[in-house]
DNA sequence: AATTATATTAAAACCATTCTAAACTGTTGA
DNA sequence: TCAACAGTTTAGAATGGTTTTAATATAATT
């Protein structure tokens, strides 16, 4: 449980001024038991259930994109017909289940580490993720 | 070097009709002597400069996807604003430079195996694909 | 050659995302 | 305290990659 005390010091840190409609978005997104995986499209229809109020969508963007930008959220590359984003930041990998269309964790350990045995002259690693899609098994 | 009664097999095979448009689409495509990344919009810009003609994004919509599903391509997911295409369909992974906007190519070799100590009941893997992205190297 | 199935095309539609510009709210310092 | 400024929200328009449409053309089959 973070309060909203909470939320304005995150915020405010970032350099974002606390505004009602962050706040709103910071406690459906890190007022949770656990991190979880959502579209903008999720987003938009959580904040429209658990407050009765509706966020523009151009202050929902705007606010992911802080958000990610000041590392609060990460994109996932799954398709290129819509952004993934995680309230999960620490370094891990994916599942996706290709017929639910929905992404779960793996952590470090599920997959074990991976050394990359080759480089780019003036380049540097910056992320390793591993997306693993899953089917269904039909034995 | 493949010849054009090659691609007209290759797509006979896959219950595709050999259309003028895809047996161009298939010179571009599959008759180079390396596999590349490219995007819908980049191949339409090949097209118009190898052949002088142009093929309605429709049609390569249609054949690339036509492609894709046959195993003949593979599509890479980078981020949400276009689709990025491979024509090396091996099991392989990726550096994606970031600056660049550009995939290379990391061999099975250059990752070594991965095991993945978990997994999702009724599920089998499909693919298991690594991400590598790649920043400046600013010291 | 006639018939049927499939493909191509230009243009419209779609839809996630971004932009715009006017109204609003938070912050600052006189 | 409050005016002035900076930053934010909003509805709606614009953008741009992708898909759909439906008319026309081409390929395959008879
Ligand atoms: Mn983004
Ligand atoms: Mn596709
Ligand atoms: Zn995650
Ligand atoms: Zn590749």
């Known amino acids: 449980m973070t309060t909203t005390v909470e939320f304005i010091e995150k915020l405010r840190n970032s350099g974002l001024r606390p505004t009602k409609q962050r706040i709103k978005i910071c406690e459906v997104l890190f007022n949770k038991e656990t991190t979880f995986h ?6 938009v229809k959580i904040i429209e259930k658990e407050a ?11 606010t992911i994109h802080a958000f990610e930008k000041k590392g609060y959220l990460k994109e996932i590359p799954i398709d290129a017909n819509q952004s993934y984003f995680d ?17 779960i964790d793996l952590d470090q350990v599920d997959v074990g580490p991976i050394n990359i045995k080759k480089s780019v002259p003036g ?5 390793v993720e591993v997306l693993v899609k899953l089917d269904t098994d039909n034995q």
Chains 1, 2 share one sequence.
């Open 87 to 103: 309230t999960n930041v620490t370094d891990h990998h994916h599942f996706y289940d290709i017929s639910e269309k929905k992404l």
């Open 52 to 62: 009765n109020e509706k966020i523009s969508l151009a202050t929902v963007y705007n």
């Open 123 to 127: 380049k540097k690693i910056k992320s």
């Open 38 to 43: 959502f579209t903008i499209n999720d987003l």
